[in-house]
């Protein structure tokens, strides 16, 4: 079975960086995405980026040109990197891996989320 595992949210100032991390372990086969997601309490759970195995990405428009997401498919490990943060980007943020299954097409892997606060 497949386990993900993130790190690196924290507390930090508006205007700071906090790089997040996730690592899969367990047996994976043909990875469709890796990404990232967020989700404030009793809000619905929101795309902030995801990246292909062939390396095309998505971003929430929010985002763009302050978080890069990037990928180690060797390693099957995906990171975060978030400049320029903004109090409005307080939420848990959950990891998330799509696989490929045979006939029903993918299976979704979540991560136990992780706090990132910021602070103005």
């Known amino acids: 079975q497949v386990q993900l595992v993130e790190s690196g949210g924290g507390l930090v100032q508006a205007g700071g960086s906090l790089r997040l991390s996730c690592a899969a372990s367990?047996?994976?086969?043909?990875?469709?995405?890796m990404g990232w997601y967020r989700q404030a309490p009793g809000k619905q759970r929101e795309l902030v980026a995801a990246?292909?195995?062939?390396?095309?990405?998505n971003y929430k428009d929010s985002v763009k040109g302050r978080f890069t997401i990037s990928r180690d498919t060797g390693k099957n490990t995906v990171s975060l990197q978030m400049n320029s943060l903004k109090p409005e980007d307080t939420y848990v943020y959950y990891c998330?891996?799509?696989?490929?299954?045979?006939?029903?097409?993918?299976?979704?892997?979540w991560g136990q989320g992780t706090q990132v606060t910021v602070s103005s």
């Open positions: 998330n891996i799509r696989i490929f299954v045979p006939g029903s097409g993918y299976a979704d892997y």
């Open positions: 367990g047996v994976i086969s043909s990875i469709i995405t």
């Open positions: 990246i292909s195995s062939g390396g095309s990405t």
